[in-house]
């Protein structure tokens, strides 16, 4: 480790104003905030913006001294979802007017940046990615390399075949960024006192109490986890998840270079991993490497850790050195000032962790920021003020709240694996369905090793392995990625077929599955879901649950199995945030429990035309239409055991679910497929299962369904308790809307072109304006068309979507027509 670097970095445009902290130490505050770096910062700055000064910063060294102070400081707002832009425009929008608010320059400079392309399928990807940032509103322009290089001279551009061009991107100075932030927020009383150490964390009833500190202990109604890389060994002692892990991240400073100056784009080059950023004359050369060096776990940081940096590492970012001059020859004659080697936190799926700990109450984080801790800090601040404040997200965060990771995802071990290939994925090509190859493994079906056999492809799901397509036993099962059809596109269509005309074999063991049980389970859940839920035992309610704007906090289905006992049935992915919505809902007030039954059951899909005639094979129970409803669940004796079966269906096609002990999940799962043999029982996997979905046009929570859109503008009113008087969260909120007209929507479509393909994020036109985006997209096997949803922005007459002529698709720059269904 190298010795101690003062505090201004790489970055001497500083404008190097300081704050003065604060040494007076309070003995209580409604909010403490944990590290002073530049997302510590934002959050108190944000706070107080919100009216919220009861606030006190803590941070052990000097403001920006752990991560922030060596960041290269580039701004970009290209993100993957519509509400990740949002933020990351708003961070733009923040930093160019701090100085005028605070006095403090933020070294704001409105460069503008370029991405470059040196392969065929790097120009789909920047196309698409084009496309969809201009949906959500940012300004993207596909220019030809000659283009590029007038703007950046010093570029070679022999190899490239496109570019995108980015005005609005930027570079920020972190050191000044925190300071103006930390200014911002102590003009309005908040305190920021430097030189103290939070050395332990105190709960008590599940719910935070106070800090102790190296000098005393701050009584405290709320604690922000904005402590960086040390974020996760704090976690630890109050036993949450905060999955991220320090890796070493790498760039050059030059020595001046004739040609650069203060109009110097960003530039970008992902096929080479590297990016050049102008600085003082000369050029700062990174890289997002493909075999990152993952540093030490967060409990094992040296102390102290201020303002210092990793060793040099030359062999290491060697390589990446000559990548970069293959990009700007200048770099092979101009001298090098210095490597810089800084630790960053980087998370399982590089996105960071945002928001209330799903096991405790009172606690929040804002860390694992995956180098782009600069760019996000606006944004996720004010997030994080605004859900503090509110007491909940404000707005669409499920991408980053922290409650999309389980307990396992703690694991340092397998933290580190994961970031030795997440650190390269910023600048690997995102295909679509694209699966981590590391950390594998970890929660698996009991019949994983019969998917194994029969020559699965696994996708990952919130740590589970679930099976995506069967290439059929002894054959690969390696998926070829490309944006337009891969190569499971038959394999798919063959489950496919089989659900709509004999019967096909799903494995949903991922679902979470909870259990809710006492006196007042009725009285909660009815009130808590849209739909009736004071139904008979043995029926089964598909509903959502609402926040009051009658938006989605989930949608599941719930199975009455007792006079006080409830099982909900979620998506994989909704587990622990559904587990935490419903716990933080009895809070107290309702004599109920809830408790997380997924280990305990393997769920099977048997669902066909001929699964009744298998059912009644495994099975002396009466599965006609009669005597199982649909809707309708119960125990029943199935192979050589007892299972709950569930008549109902997300393919849309006659079926049980079938819950099984996870024991006896192998035997009846072999059951299942010697009995059906003959009646053409075939395994299927989730490409199937969004095929045959969306050819109904059912809905997905996190794809459809989210806290920024509500039941009615999801077209799902009729899975509610509208038409009658009871009450439920949302209610007021959708009776307005009833009479209102609406300002978005979801439709179900069709593309004429069996060619295209769609997976999500595309843009939907009218004409030349932009309507709506698609939320998802799949070949539809019985429809024979690309069939989807799309969330329409712009009216059209009557809220009546299918009236409307001239729609389109934007496939990359190409149109296909868009019919709506
Ligand atoms: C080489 C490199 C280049 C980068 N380039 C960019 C870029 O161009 N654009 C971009 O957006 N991002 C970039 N980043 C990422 C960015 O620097 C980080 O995401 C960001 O600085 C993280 O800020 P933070 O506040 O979460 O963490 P930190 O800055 O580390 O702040 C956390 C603070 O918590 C304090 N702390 C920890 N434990 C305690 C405790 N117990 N008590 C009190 N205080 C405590 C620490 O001292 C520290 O000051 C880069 C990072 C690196 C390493």
């Not at 932030?181 to 150490?197: F, W, Y």
């Not at 990174?286 to 060793?311: K, M, Q």
């Not at 798919?492 to 049980?517: I, N, P």
Request: one cysteine or more; proline letters at 4%.
């Amino acid at each position: 480790m190298v010795e101690p670097k003062p505090p201004r970095g790489p970055h001497q445009e500083s404008g190097g104003a300081k704050l003065a902290g604060t040494t007076d130490h309070p003995s209580r505050a409604r909010v403490v905030i944990i590290g002073g770096g530049v997302i510590g910062c934002s959050v108190a700055y944000h706070l107080a913006k919100l009216g919220q000064t009861d606030v006190v910063l803590l941070e052990q060294g000097e403001l920006s001294c752990g991560t922030t102070w060596h960041a290269a400081g580039i701004v970009g707002q290209v993100r993957p979802t519509e509400s990740m832009t949002a933020l990351a425009r708003y961070s733009i929008d923040l930093y160019g007017g701090l100085e005028q608010e605070t006095g403090f320059s933020t070294g704001w400079r409105q460069c503008g940046a370029l991405w470059v392309a040196r392969t065929e399928e790097r120009v789909t990807h920047l196309m698409r990615a084009a496309a969809s940032a201009r949906g959500f509103g940012t300004v993207a322009e596909i220019v030809s390399p000659q283009e590029a290089q007038k703007r950046f001279p010093l570029m070679n551009i022999d190899d490239l075949k496109a570019a995108v061009w980015l005005p609005e991107d930027g570079t920020a100075n972190p050191v000044d960024l925190t300071q103006a932030l930390a200014r911002g927020a102590q003009s309005r009383e908040v305190r920021i006192i430097e030189r103290t150490r939070v050395t332990s964390i105190n709960m008590a009833n599940g719910r935070v109490c106070s800090v102790a500190t190296d000098n005393d202990v701050i009584e405290c109604e709320t604690l922000v986890l904005a402590a960086g890389q040390w974020s996760k060994a704090l976690g630890d002692t109050i036993g949450v998840t905060v999955p991220l892990y320090p890796s070493q991240h790498f760039y050059a400073v030059t020595e001046t270079i004739t040609g650069i100056d203060t109009d110097t784009p960003i530039l970008r080059d992902p096929d080479g991993h590297v990016y050049f950023k102008p600085e003082v004359g000369g050029l700062v050369a990174g890289c997002f490497e493909p075999n990152a060096l993952p540093w030490v776990r967060s409990a094992d940081i040296p102390s102290p850790f201020e303002f210092r940096l990793l060793d040099e590492n030359w062999e290491h970012f060697g390589p990446w050195m000559e990548s970069a001059a293959q990009r700007i020859p200048a770099l092979e004659t101009s001298g090098i000032r210095k490597l810089y080697n800084g630790p960053e936190s980087f998370t399982p799926d590089n996105n960071f962790l945002l928001g209330a700990f799903p096991d405790v109450d009172g606690v929040y984080v804002a860390a694992g920021f995956n180098s782009g801790g600069i760019a996000n800090a606006g944004g996720a601040g004010l997030a994080l003020a605004e859900w503090i404040v509110e007491g909940a997200p404000t707005r669409d965060l499920w991408s980053v709240d922290i409650a999309r990771f389980a307990p396992y995802a703690s694991s340092d071990k397998w933290l580190r694996t994961r970031t030795i290939e997440t650190l390269g994925d910023h600048y690997a090509l995102p295909f679509p369905n694209r699966e981590p190859a590391t950390g594998r493994g970890i929660r698996r079906s009991p019949v994983h090793h019969l998917h194994e056999k029969a020559g699965a492809s696994f996708g990952t799901k919130l740590g589970w392995e679930r099976v995506n397509w069967y290439a059929g036993q002894g054959k690969s099962a390696e998926v070829v990625y490309s944006f337009g059809r891969q190569n499971w596109h038959e394999n798919v269509a063959g489950e496919h077929r089989a659900a709509r005309q004999r019967v096909a074999l799903f494995d949903q063991t991922s679902f979470g599955k909870l259990l809710v049980q006492g006196p007042d389970a009725e009285k909660l859940l009815q009130y808590l879901c849209a739909n009736d839920v004071a139904v008979p035992p043995g029926d089964v309610v598909y509903t959502s649950m609402l926040n009051e704007q009658g938006c989605f906090e989930t949608d599941v289905t719930i199975t009455r199995t007792g006079a006080e006992e409830f099982l909900i049935v979620t998506g994989a992915a909704q587990e622990i945030r559904d587990l935490a919505y419903l716990r933080r809902n009895i809070a107290g007030e309702h004599t109920a429990v809830v408790t997380d039954v997924t280990s305990a059951y393997a769920v099977f899909g048997v669902m066909g035309p001929n699964s009744r005639r298998l059912m009644t094979r495994c099975s002396d129970a009466d599965f006609s239409a009669q005597g199982f409803k649909f809707a309708t669940s119960r125990l029943v004796d199935f192979a050589h055991t007892q299972i709950r079966a569930t008549r109902m269906t997300y393919v849309g096609a006659l079926g049980w679910e079938l819950y099984v002990p996870t024991e006896c999940a192998v035997g009846v799962y072999e059951f299942l497929l010697a009995q059906g043999a003959d009646l053409g029982i075939t395994q299927a996997g989730y490409y199937a299962i969004d095929s045959l979905r969306l050819e109904k046009g059912y809905r997905a929570w996190g794809r459809e369904l989210n806290t920024d859109i509500t039941l009615i503008e999801a077209g799902l009113e009729k899975f509610s308790k509208l038409d009658t008087d009871i009450p439920f969260r949302g209610r007021e909120a959708l009776e307005k809307q009833q009479h209102a007209e609406l300002s978005q929507q979801l439709i179900n479509f069709a593309v004429d072109d069996r060619d295209v393909t769609l997976w999500g994020g595309e843009m939907i036109l009218r004409g030349d304006q932009k309507v709506g985006t698609v939320t998802s997209a799949a070949y539809g096997h019985t429809a024979d068309s690309v069939v989807g949803i799309a969330l329409m922005r712009q009216c059209v007459d009557g809220h009546d979507w299918s009236v409307a002529d001239d729609l389109w698709v934007d496939v990359a720059g190409e149109r296909a027509r868009v019919h709506v269904r």
